[in-house]
Structure formats: C-alpha cells, structure tokens
Nanobody, 123 residues
Framework: QVQLVESGGGLVQAGGSLRLSCAAS????????MGWFRQAPGKEREYVAA????????IYAHSVKGRFTISRDNSKKMTYLQMNNLTPEDTAVYYC????????????????WGQGTQVTVYS
C-alpha cells in the first residue's frame, strides 16, 4: 500500500505562485512515477504533469507547460508542483497520484491517490 498526502494549496491572486507538495509513504520508491491532476467543479479530472525517477522524464499538459514545474526528491519521497503565473482557470482541487512504471497522462493508469488540496486563484 502507498499513502499520499498533498499540501500547499491556498488562495492566491492571478499572476501569483504556489508550490504544492506530495508526501509518499508505504511501499513506494523511485521506480514509481508521480503525477499531478486537478479537478474543477463540474469538470472531469484533468492531467497536469507527471514525472518518473529523473527530472528529464517530466511531462506536462499543454495548458500548464512553461508555467508549472514538477519535481521530486526521491530520498524524501516527496513530489512538488511549482505553479507560476496562475490564472483563475487553474482553480481546482489538485491531486497527486502514483503508479509503478513510466509517467503517463491517463488518470485511470494510476494506482494510488491523495486526498487533494484546494487551489483557488482570484482575479
């Protein structure tokens, strides 16, 4: 079993930044890919970014590329999502997830999920 706990969400003005964190525990290691997803009210869960064991494996949704950066510290079992130049369209509950294998964008391929952290961007 793997447990994931997100933190770092909050209320931020458009143009601002937030850094989300995801702490993993249990049977997980660097062979697990980590992903960030988000879900806005009335919308389906949306892929944001994912990363494998190395920084070079990071992939991003088109809507966040160039503004968000995913990273991980394998020694601490932590994954981060640095979000810059936020817009109201980024408002959502953000979830981290993990799977054994390569980073992918399909949420159904992830095995474990955190409880989510709310990000609200106001204009």
């Amino acid at each position: 079993q793997v447990q994931l706990v997100e933190s770092g969400g909050g209320l931020v003005q458009a143009g601002g930044s937030l850094r989300l964190s995801c702490a993993a525990s249990g049977r997980t290691d660097s062979t697990y890919a980590m992903g960030w997803f988000r879900q806005a009210p009335g919308k389906e869960r949306e892929y944001v970014a994912a990363i494998g064991w190395s920084a070079s494996s990071a992939i991003y949704a088109h809507s966040v590329k160039g503004r968000f950066t995913i990273s991980r510290d394998n020694s601490k079992k932590m994954t981060y999502l640095q979000m810059n130049n936020l817009t109201p369209e980024d408002t959502a509950v953000y979830y981290c997830a993990t799977r054994l294998g390569a980073p992918v964008s399909l949420p159904d391929l992830y095995d474990y999920w955190g409880q989510g952290t709310q990000v609200t961007v106001y204009s």
